[in-house]
C-alpha cells in the first residue's frame, strides 16, 4: 500500500474513521489476561482482528507496551493479569556503563514476539493498514537512566545523555526495519516524556534522535506517527514538526482545537479522547458527547482524525468505546 496517499486520503477525506489506539481492551473479547496477551504472538494477532472486525478503524494499532525496548535493554519488568506491563529499576548509573551497553538481537528478546504479531496481524487484517508500536528515543533513555533522573542528567551529564541517546536510537531502528518487513503500514512511536522538556533540551536531547529514526525508516510504503502525550506539547510544536513524521497524535492534557491551530495544515493530526476518564471510568452517554463535542471543535480542520489520547488501557469498557465509534459515525453522517 502507498502510505502516503493513504495518510493523505485520510486528510482530505470528508468522511473521516476514527483511529484510536486500541489493542489491550482486545483481552475482554478473549477473555484472557495481559500477561497471557504480551506472551503470545497469535493472540496479539487474534485480538488486533477481534477489534478490526467489531470497529470502523481507520487502521489496526498494536499495543502500546513501552516496557518492551527497555526490558530488551536489560531494564527489570514487572508483569501483572490486567495492568500494562511497568519497569521496576534503571539500568545505567554511569557514564561507563553507557557506553558499555550492548544492544541485543531484536528476536532474542520479547520485540522479536511482537514483531511476529505484527507478520501475523498483517496477514490476518487485510482491509486497513495495521502499525505497530514502539517507544520513542528519549523516553527509551529515560526508563534506562530512571525517568527523573535523566531530567536532571540533560544538565549535569549531558555527554552520558547523548550515549544513551545514540544506542536507544540504534535500537529502535533495528526494531522499527523489523516490522516494516512484515508488511506493517508503519509504525506509531510513543514519545511522552519528551512533552516534559524545555524547547532548548527539545532541541538538544529529543528531536534530533526522533528525526534520525523518521529518515532512517519512512518512505511511500511505511510511515511513521508521532505520539506525544505530555502537558507541554504546545509549546514544542516546532520542533516536533521538524521530526519529519507523516502524523502527529497528541494527548488528551492539552487542548486539542489549540494544536491544530498551531500544526501544518497539510499535516494529519490525531486526538484525544482521554482513554481512562472517558473510555474506562466514564458512561456510553458521557463518552459520546464527549467525542461528539470534539469533532464539534475540532472538524473545522480538515487534518483533524479523531482518536483516543493514549492507549487505550486492558480494562477500558467495551460499551464505552462502542460509543465513542458510534459517536464519530454519527457525527459523519
Avoid at 496517499?5 to 473521516?16: E, M
Avoid at 493472540?43 to 488486533?48: E, I, K, N, R
Avoid at 514487572?78 to 544492544?103: F, H, N, Q, S, Y
Avoid at 502525550?229 to 516536533?240: E, H, M, N, S, T
Wanted: hydrophobic content about 45%.
Amino acid at each position: 500500500m502507498n502510505m502516503k496517499q493513504w495518510i493523505n486520503d485520510l486528510r482530505t477525506s470528508s468522511v473521516k474513521r476514527a483511529l484510536p489506539i486500541l489493542s489491550f481492551p482486545s483481552i475482554q473479547l478473549m477473555n484472557t489476561t495481559v500477561r497471557d496477551l504480551i506472551s503470545s504472538s497469535e493472540m496479539q494477532a487474534h485480538g488486533m482482528k477481534l477489534i478490526a472486525e467489531r470497529t470502523n478503524s481507520a487502521a489496526a494499532v498494536s499495543m502500546m507496551d513501552l516496557s518492551v525496548e527497555a526490558e530488551a535493554l536489560g531494564a527489570p519488568v514487572k508483569v501483572c493479569e490486567d495492568e500494562v506491563p511497568a519497569l521496576t529499576g534503571r539500568v545505567i548509573e554511569t557514564e561507563d556503563e553507557a557506553r558499555a551497553l550492548v544492544l541485543p538481537n531484536i528476536e532474542d528478546t520479547r520485540a522479536g514476539l511482537y514483531v511476529e504479531a505484527i507478520r501475523k496481524a498483517c496477514e490476518l487484517i487485510t482491509d486497513r493498514p495495521v502499525f505497530a508500536g514502539v517507544i520513542g528515543p528519549f523516553s527509551l533513555a529515560g526508563r534506562l537512566l530512571d525517568v527523573t533522573e535523566i531530567m536532571m542528567l540533560c544538565y549535569d551529564e549531558p555527554d552520558m545523555v547523548h550515549v544513551v541517546l545514540e544506542k536507544a536510537t540504534e535500537f529502535l531502528i533495528r526494531y522499527i526495519r523489523a516490522y516494516r518487513k512484515t508488511g506493517a503500514g508503519g509504525v506509531m512511536v510513543a514519545e511522552p516524556l519528551a512533552g516534559l522538556l524545555s524547547p532548548a533540551l527539545m532541541e538538544e536531547f529529543a528531536a534530533p534522535y526522533m528525526k534520525r529514526i523518521v529518515d532512517a525508516v519512512q518512505d511511500d510504503e511505511f510511515i511513521v506517527i508521532y505520539h506525544n502525550c505530555g502537558g507541554a506539547v504546545l509549546r514544542l510544536i516546532d520542533p516536533i514538526v521538524e521530526c519529519g513524521a507523516a502524523a502527529y497524535h497528541f494527548g488528551n492534557a492539552i487542548d486539542m482545537k489549540a494544536a491544530l491551530e498551531k500544526m501544518p495544515a497539510d499535516v494529519v493530526v490525531m486526538g484525544n479522547i482521554d482513554p481512562v476518564g472517558q473510555l474506562t471510568e466514564g458512561t456510553p452517554e458521557g463518552v459520546y458527547a464527549a467525542t461528539t463535542a470534539l469533532l464539534e471543535q475540532c472538524s473545522a480542520h480538515s487534518n483533524f482524525v479523531i482518536s483516543s489520547g493514549c492507549d487505550v488501557p486492558p480494562r477500558a469498557k467495551w460499551e464505552n468505546i462502542d460509543a465513542f465509534f458510534r459517536a464519530v459515525g454519527d457525527f459523519y453522517r
